[in-house]
């Protein structure tokens, strides 16, 4: 098949989103951001008094614009206000492309005659294309003046509009290739129609043949569930539909808004239409915060488009003392032009740089810690370099987060088999483990990681129902040492939960020692003492009062039953107690003390019993 594959994407945003990704032809004049992109006058305009009339809303600035076709709900005749505040708001910060957008006024009569599907059938949609196209009144309608003819393609609809666009796109699928769903009625395809019956058979849902032609459904977590069954069964029967040319694949994956609340309003409907037309732009779908920016809530920077040919190439997750996403560059991408690279990270309200990264292969790995209690959130990856003439650059901003990754692995293909069973279970755990911290942490609780996992996702992790029991190994004076040669004493250990799975050791120092930066703290993981596996220096700051602190990050996610010794050296000579311990004797330790600290106990312990049954190959 010569045709580029179309592939129907079901992104659930805690809105569901369908989309095509296919490359998009849009010719677009040139914005000037200093100036309104808009006009503020709304254009009115009348074919037929009683059944083809509507608003339009037009780009200030002279050239030839693309047209989208945008069809409101049965319970919202005119939103040409609303959508005229929100579209200059997204084109003038460079996410949405400007275009004339053209705003049909549909009645609804009721007792099973509505004109919505009769806009289509009827063809009053047609009769708008038409006139559109047609120059015949542009004195009266300067506006039509600024419209590409050539790309009067795209359709898109809230509710019943929803419903709309999709019929449109399947009566008129020369015309049409760019069409949005959302969050569509019930009414156009189905014996089980309540209106016309305009579709019947699942084989006349021909879509646009056209390489380029794109499609998008949605529907939101807080709508009823009939918005979620029509999507579901449109999609259904264009899956299993031979009449397509293109073939459609499906892929779920997560974005993540504050939606849950938002029910079938314009709240959510203008949420929807900001991912549709930011994806016929960008050919993505746009991350939580950006979405959420969109409509006031949150921040909402202007688009900076790359210009130095670096970005992220790659993305994998790391399990050691805490959870990492690992951004990848390419050598290639630096080589001869860039040297020392460097990534700004930004999570929630913190920011940082890293300039170490190791080299695996082609690739250059840098590796961004993400505390448990953030493993739902987003994390925004921003490569630079320096130039051959010292000047910093920099490159395209990539998105991502562990659930992301955790959700984006459930839903492939090839990991629902058998033997991914463990794979399974430790991604659902991971989420679980998220979710414990956030709850612990009292950190935006209302969007766990783990809330857009299905019930049969929920199943593949570990059975929450059979309780945990845990063993501890610690023993403070595991060994000693001559009374003489005792410099320092270790006191106790703890987990240290702020941002990893670490171990803090606390300990005091004699009178005697005049530098305790001399000291360090050797921790061996066998019975002798003798295989050291990781060494931390004093550091004079990390005191309160007469107490020392370290903080040993040397456990990885496999490891939280793994027995592991702590020892004070001076040099070559151990100078205090050994002190033994392990991260399944804290959980042991604290049992019951405190419901929440048991429930991230817990939650954790199950996600590294299912590290460590992965990483064995069980």
Same mark, same amino acid.
């Not at 503020?40 to 254009?43: L, N």
């Not at 008094?49 to 780009?59: A, L």
């Not at 809530?297 to 920077?301: D, I, R, T």
């Not at 959870?323 to 990848?328: A, D, K, V, Y």
């Given at each position: 098949?010569?045709?580029?594959?179309?592939?129907?994407?079901?992104?659930?945003?805690?809105l569901?989103?369908?989309?095509g990704?296919i490359?998009?032809?849009?010719t677009?004049?040139?914005?000037?951001?200093?100036d309104?992109?808009?006009e503020?006058?709304?254009?009115d305009?009348?074919?037929d008094?009683?059944?083809?009339?509507?608003?339009?809303?037009?780009?200030k600035?002279?050239?030839?614009? $693309?047209v989208m076709?945008?069809?409101?709900?049965?319970?919202?005749t005119?939103?040409?206000?609303?959508?005229?505040?929100v579209?200059?708001k997204w084109v003038s910060?460079?996410y949405?492309e400007p @275009?004339v957008?053209?705003m049909?006024?549909?009645?609804?009569?009721?007792? *099973?005659?509505?004109?919505?599907g009769?806009?289509?059938?009827?063809g009053y949609?047609? =009769?708008l294309?038409n006139?559109?196209?047609? =120059?015949?009144d542009?004195a009266?309608? #300067?506006?039509?003046a600024?419209i590409?003819?050539s790309q009067i !393609?795209?359709i898109a609809?809230?509710s019943?509009g929803?419903?709309?666009?999709?019929?449109?796109g399947?009566?008129?699928?020369?015309?049409f290739?760019?069409?949005g769903g959302?969050? $569509?009625s019930?009414?156009?395809?189905g014996?089980d129609?309540p209106?016309?019956?305009y579709?019947?058979? #699942?084989n006349d849902?021909?879509f646009?043949?056209d390489?380029?032609?794109?499609?998008?459904?949605?529907y939101?977590a807080g709508?009823?569930?009939?918005f979620?069954n029509n999507?579901?069964?449109?999609? *259904? /029967?264009?899956?299993?539909?031979?009449n397509?040319?293109?073939k459609?694949?499906?892929?779920?994956?997560?974005q993540?808004?504050?939606?849950?609340?938002l029910?079938?309003s314009w709240?959510l409907?203008a949420r929807?239409?900001?991912?549709?037309?930011?994806y016929?732009k960008?050919h993505?779908v746009p991350?939580?915060e950006?979405i959420?920016?969109s409509?006031g809530?949150?921040?909402?920077?202007p688009?900076? $488009?790359?210009?130095? *040919?670096?970005?992220?190439?790659?993305?994998?997750?790391?399990?050691? =003392?805490t959870?990492?996403?690992?951004?990848?560059l390419?050598?290639?991408?630096l080589?001869?032009?860039y040297?020392? #690279?460097?990534?700004v990270?930004?999570?929630g309200d913190?920011q940082?740089?890293?300039?170490?990264?190791?080299?695996?292969?082609?690739?250059l790995v840098?590796?961004?810690r993400v505390?448990p209690?953030?493993i739902?959130?987003d994390?925004?990856a921003? $490569?630079?370099?320096?130039?051959?003439n010292g000047?910093d650059?920099?490159?395209? /901003?990539?998105?991502?987060s562990?659930?992301?990754y955790c959700?984006?692995?459930?839903?492939?293909?090839e990991?629902q088999?058998?033997?991914?069973?463990?794979?399974?279970r430790?991604?659902?755990?991971i989420?679980?483990?998220?979710?414990?911290?956030?709850?612990?942490?009292?950190?935006?609780?209302?969007l766990?990681a783990?809330?857009?996992l299905?019930?049969a996702?929920?199943?593949?992790?570990? =059975?929450?129902?059979v309780?945990?029991?845990?063993?501890?190994?610690?023993?403070?004076?595991?060994?000693t040492?001559n009374?003489s040669d /005792?410099?320092a004493?270790?006191e106790?250990?703890?987990l240290y939960?702020?941002?990893?799975?670490?171990?803090?050791?606390k300990?005091?120092? !004699?009178?005697s020692?005049s530098d305790?930066?001399?000291l360090?703290?050797?921790i061996?993981d066998?019975?002798?003492c003798?295989n050291?596996?990781?060494?931390y220096p004093?550091?004079?700051?990390?005191?309160?009062e007469e107490?020392?602190?370290?903080?040993a990050s040397?456990?990885?996610?496999?490891?939280?039953?793994?027995?592991?010794y702590?020892?004070?050296m001076k040099?070559?000579k151990?100078?205090?107690?050994?002190?033994?311990?392990?991260?399944e004797s804290y959980a042991?330790?604290i049992r019951?003390?405190?419901?929440?600290?048991?429930?991230?106990?817990d939650?954790? @312990?199950?996600y590294?019993?299912?590290a460590?049954d992965?990483?064995?190959?069980?």
């Open positions: 098949m010569s045709r580029k594959k179309k592939m129907l994407m079901a992104f659930m945003l805690t569901f989103m369908v989309i990704i490359p998009l032809d849009f677009l004049a040139h914005v000037q951001a200093s309104k992109v808009y503020e006058t709304i254009k305009y009348v074919i008094e009683t059944y083809n009339f509507g608003k339009v809303i037009v780009p600035a002279d050239g030839k614009y $693309p076709i945008y069809v409101h709900g049965a319970g919202n005119n939103v040409s206000s609303l959508l005229l505040g579209m200059e910060a460079g949405v @275009m957008v053209v049909p006024q549909i009645t609804h009569t009721g007792n *099973g005659e509505t004109q919505f009769n806009f289509v059938s009827k949609l047609m =009769d294309v006139y559109l196209k047609n =120059d015949g542009t009266d309608k #300067p506006w039509k600024k590409d003819k !393609s795209t609809g809230y019943m929803g419903s709309v666009a999709l019929f449109a399947v009566k008129h699928p020369t015309v290739k760019n069409i959302l969050s $569509p019930h009414f156009f395809y014996d129609d209106y016309r019956y579709v019947k058979d #699942p849902l021909v646009s043949n390489e380029n032609a794109h499609l998008m459904m949605a939101g709508e009823q569930k009939d979620k999507v579901e069964r449109y999609l *259904g /029967a264009i899956e299993s539909n031979t397509n040319k293109n459609f694949q499906i892929y779920v994956g997560p993540y808004i504050n939606s849950q609340t029910s079938h709240q409907f929807e239409t900001f991912c549709f037309l930011y016929l960008f993505d991350s939580a950006l959420e920016g409509m809530n949150g921040s909402f920077p688009y900076v $488009p790359p210009t130095s *040919g670096l970005k992220i190439a790659g993305k994998s997750l790391a399990l050691q =003392d959870i990492s996403i690992n951004f990848m390419l050598k290639a991408d080589q001869g032009k040297h020392d #690279p460097y990534l990270m930004t999570q913190r940082r740089i890293l300039t170490t990264y190791r080299e695996a292969g082609d690739y840098f590796n961004c505390a209690q953030m739902g959130e994390v925004v921003v $490569p630079h370099a320096l130039s051959a000047e650059v920099t490159g395209e /901003a990539c998105t991502y562990v659930a992301q959700y984006n692995m459930l839903g492939k293909d990991y088999g058998a033997e991914y069973a463990t794979f399974r430790l991604l659902v755990d989420l679980r483990y998220g979710d414990a911290s956030q709850v612990y942490r009292e950190h935006n609780q209302t766990l783990s809330r857009l299905t019930n996702q929920e199943a593949m992790g570990t =059975d929450v129902g309780a945990m029991t845990y063993g501890s190994v610690k023993e403070k004076n595991y060994k040492v009374a /005792a410099l004493s270790i106790n250990a703890a939960l702020e941002a990893a799975v670490n171990i803090r050791y300990f005091s120092v !004699s009178a020692v305790p930066t001399a360090r703290i050797v061996t066998n019975a002798e003798t050291v596996i990781a060494e004093v550091n004079i700051d990390n005191r309160n107490m020392y602190y370290v903080t040397c456990l990885n996610a496999i490891q939280m039953k793994k027995t592991v702590a020892t004070v040099g070559d151990k100078v205090s107690n050994t002190y033994r311990y392990s991260i042991a330790s019951g003390k405190e419901q929440k600290l048991d429930n991230l106990m939650a954790m @312990m199950r590294g019993n299912s460590a992965f990483a064995a190959g069980k």
